[in-house]
Protein backbone atom coordinates (compact mmCIF):
# COMPACT_ATOMS: atom_id res chain seq x y z
CA UNK A 1 0.00 0.00 0.00
CA UNK A 2 0.99 3.63 -1.34
CA UNK A 3 1.28 5.93 1.52
CA UNK A 4 -0.12 9.11 1.27
CA UNK A 5 1.78 12.09 -0.48
CA UNK A 6 2.36 15.96 1.17
CA UNK A 7 3.67 18.50 -0.08
CA UNK A 8 5.96 19.86 1.98
CA UNK A 9 7.43 23.16 0.42
CA UNK A 10 5.52 25.72 -2.30
CA UNK A 11 7.86 28.32 -4.24
CA UNK A 12 7.18 31.05 -6.68
CA UNK A 13 9.66 29.65 -9.78
CA UNK A 14 8.44 32.98 -11.91
CA UNK A 15 5.35 33.39 -14.05
CA UNK A 16 2.90 30.81 -12.96
CA UNK A 17 5.23 28.13 -12.32
CA UNK A 18 5.75 26.94 -8.36
CA UNK A 19 8.48 24.64 -7.34
CA UNK A 20 7.02 22.02 -5.34
CA UNK A 21 8.72 19.73 -3.02
CA UNK A 22 6.83 16.70 -1.72
CA UNK A 23 7.44 14.13 1.28
CA UNK A 24 9.26 11.32 -0.97
CA UNK A 25 12.27 14.08 -1.75
CA UNK A 26 10.73 14.42 -5.25
CA UNK A 27 10.42 18.11 -6.84
CA UNK A 28 8.50 19.40 -9.85
CA UNK A 29 8.27 22.71 -10.98
CA UNK A 30 4.25 23.09 -12.04
CA UNK A 31 3.70 25.46 -15.26
CA UNK A 32 0.38 26.57 -14.10
CA UNK A 33 -0.22 28.40 -16.75
CA UNK A 34 -1.63 25.95 -19.85
CA UNK A 35 -4.69 25.10 -17.15
CA UNK A 36 -5.89 28.17 -16.17
CA UNK A 37 -5.55 30.19 -19.90
CA UNK A 38 -7.38 26.84 -21.22
CA UNK A 39 -10.06 27.36 -18.61
CA UNK A 40 -13.41 28.97 -19.85
CA UNK A 41 -14.45 29.24 -15.90
CA UNK A 42 -14.30 32.70 -14.62
CA UNK A 43 -13.28 31.67 -11.03
CA UNK A 44 -10.59 29.88 -12.40
CA UNK A 45 -9.47 32.06 -15.17
CA UNK A 46 -9.35 34.92 -12.40
CA UNK A 47 -6.57 33.18 -11.39
CA UNK A 48 -4.72 34.61 -13.77
CA UNK A 49 -4.19 37.78 -12.46
CA UNK A 50 -0.68 37.43 -10.90
CA UNK A 51 -1.29 38.79 -7.44
CA UNK A 52 -4.51 36.62 -6.85
CA UNK A 53 -2.35 33.81 -8.24
CA UNK A 54 0.87 34.44 -6.27
CA UNK A 55 -1.49 34.15 -2.74
CA UNK A 56 -1.22 30.28 -2.40
CA UNK A 57 -0.73 28.06 0.75
CA UNK A 58 -0.22 24.76 2.10
CA UNK A 59 -2.88 23.47 4.06
CA UNK A 60 -2.24 19.62 5.49
CA UNK A 61 0.35 19.38 2.51
CA UNK A 62 -2.36 20.46 0.22
CA UNK A 63 -1.75 23.45 -1.91
CA UNK A 64 -4.78 25.55 -2.53
CA UNK A 65 -5.62 29.14 -3.24
CA UNK A 66 -8.87 31.22 -1.43
CA UNK A 67 -10.67 28.56 1.01
CA UNK A 68 -9.88 25.86 -1.47
CA UNK A 69 -11.22 28.48 -4.44
CA UNK A 70 -8.15 26.19 -6.58
CA UNK A 71 -6.56 22.95 -5.54
CA UNK A 72 -5.11 19.97 -7.74
CA UNK A 73 -4.99 16.15 -6.99
CA UNK A 74 -1.73 16.21 -5.44
CA UNK A 75 -0.62 12.89 -7.67
CA UNK A 76 -1.47 15.36 -10.68
CA UNK A 77 1.05 17.49 -9.08
CA UNK A 78 3.57 14.85 -8.12
CA UNK A 79 3.54 13.73 -11.68
CA UNK A 80 3.84 17.30 -12.87
CA UNK A 81 0.29 16.36 -14.70
CA UNK A 82 -2.18 18.57 -14.51
CA UNK A 83 -3.59 19.43 -17.94
CA UNK A 84 -5.64 16.76 -19.08
CA UNK A 85 -6.73 15.87 -22.65
CA UNK A 86 -10.11 13.83 -22.71
CA UNK A 87 -12.45 13.02 -25.81
CA UNK A 88 -16.41 13.84 -25.14
CA UNK A 89 -18.20 11.19 -27.34
CA UNK A 90 -21.47 12.70 -28.95
CA UNK A 91 -24.52 11.06 -28.58
CA UNK A 92 -26.64 10.04 -31.64
Not at 54 to 80: E, K, M, Q, S, T
Request: aromatic share 12%; proline share 3%; glycine share 4%.
Amino acid sequence: MRKQINILRAESAGDYRLRLEFDDATEQTVDFLPFLSRSKHPDIRAFLDRKQFADFRLDHGDLVWGDYDLCFPILDLHRNHILHTYHQESAA
